[in-house]
């Protein structure tokens, strides 16, 4: 493996941090795998920070904002992501400020009307249970699902 200087690791981790929003410790992963030291990594992670090539805040709000609107994602699976990225819960809070309670309300609820309709169930019950199941499985509390299930009622998501 090639033994890169200081300057090249800067050079490399500025331009890693140019081609997307990432996070403080996807960065520190790829010095380590480049052979950056301790001291030389905490050198060139304190200049990307101080130079605002990182921002563990503006990454969790791109990161938030992407994963309910594209990936359907509800709040719990996003911040166990988060959390998985080693971001601090004041980070993760401000990147959960990202979610607009309307959007986020219509996507689970055709995410459950998409799912009804491919669901078999001998009774209501059933379907309730897989229509949780499925919805829980995506990130969403059981009180956000309860509410649209509720509110839909038996029929309205049943062909």
């Given amino acids: 493996m090639k033994e890169y200087t200081e300057k090249e690791l800067l050079v490399k981790a500025e331009a890693y941090c140019a081609a ?6 996807e960065v520190e992963d790829k010095l380590q795998k480049w052979g950056a030291g301790e001291d030389v990594k905490a050198r060139i992670m304190a200049r990307l920070l101080e130079e605002r090539y990182l921002d563990g805040i503006r990454f969790c709000r791109f ?3 992407d994963k309910y609107r ?4 509800g709040r719990m699976k996003i ?8 971001l601090s819960p004041e980070e993760i809070d401000a990147g959960l400020e990202e979610i607009d ?3 986020y309300d219509g996507i689970l609820e055709e995410l459950l ?3 009804a309709k491919s669901v078999k169930a001998a009774s209501e019950y059933e379907r309730n249970a ?3 199941r499925f919805a829980a499985g995506r990130g969403f509390t ?3 699902i309860m509410k649209h299930i509720r509110r839909g009622g038996p029929d309205e998501c049943v062909d």
């Fill in 101 to 103: 309670a309307d959007e």
């Fill in 130 to 132: 897989k229509l949780m």
């Fill in 79 to 86: 911040i166990q992501a988060l959390r998985m990225k080693r």
């Fill in 142 to 144: 059981a009180d956000e």
């Fill in 113 to 115: 009307k998409k799912k």
């Fill in 70 to 73: 594209f990936n359907q994602w």
């Fill in 63 to 65: 990161f938030v904002r």
């Fill in 20 to 25: 997307a929003e990432r996070c403080p410790s």
